[in-house]
């Protein structure tokens, strides 16, 4: 067929367009596909409060939401079994200050059940800026975050506004809230608390701000959401592959065999969210296996891998798949 045949046939013309259009859409959609799934998610709402559940010996209900578990002296666990996350913080106290890692999404205020468990003053300190962990329209007398220079530049005067890849906050109706951060957590960094030292691991993966606290005395490790039962997400826009090998690496080499680690989700009754470093090592190899497609997945987004009997990895496909950790020096 000629130049000239092709541009006389009008279908020939209207299926180019339409392929063109096609394409169009498909950059459109893989560009905007994280703020395309939280609109249908925020469409959806957040489901009710469940009924409150049989947590077992060892765990009291505060009130008719939150739920106390002690993990060891002056170490707390406070749950929200009934928020459909489950989401759990840690209350850690030494002799001098407490810290408060992690505040849930703030449908009720948490502060008053730390000041019932001390009299310490309390450093808020999240794991990472996602909506349900920081607490939202709670604001804090202390607040302390990860120092990481994109961070720092944001706010040179203290004041630090999440983006909407950090706080993805619309899916359940909040709007980002400004940070008013007293003190910079550096990576590697200690926190004396008076008689206990928290160590300040750089743990990203599933957001490129997380961290985790090890108290390594006490044997105890608190992961936020880089490790926890159930899915991991590592297909949200601040997620990365390589950084959940940078930070799985990172807890191989802080903690040890012995380490309790918990983390800030559940998938059911009872108590706290409970993991083992060997946890640590299936996700690890996972990534490995993942990496080198030796892993099979399921699903058509995200990708879903199995780490082991409590843990599935939901990624982006392959071709999304990065690779290369954002900050591979923080911690080292």
Known sequence: MTVRERRANPWIRRLGFALLGLAVLAAVVIHQRHALLVRVLSLAGAPGLAPASDEGPGVR???DYFTVQSL???IYAI????????NYSYLI???RRAVLFDAGPGHRDIRPIARSL???PITFVPSHFHYDHVGNTVTFEHVAVVDLP????????GQLLL???EHLGTAE???APVLEVDEWLAPGSRMDLGGRVLEVLYTPGHTEDSISLLDREAGLLFSGDFIYHGPLFAFLPNSGMGDYVQGAQTLLAAASPQTRIFGAHRMEPPGAPELALSDVEDLESALAAIRAGELESTGFYPWVYPVNSRMDLHAEPAWLQNWEPRHPSAGQ
């Open 173 to 175: 109706g909040f709007e």
């Open 72 to 74: 060891g002296e002056g």
């Open 118 to 120: 001390t009299d310490l």
């Open 150 to 157: 994109y961070l720092r530049a944001r706010a040179p005067d």
């Open 79 to 86: 749950g929200e079994p009934r928020y459909y996350q489950q």
């Open 93 to 95: 106290t030494g002799s």
């Open 163 to 165: 983006t909407f890849d």
């Open 61 to 63: 209900w505060h009130d």
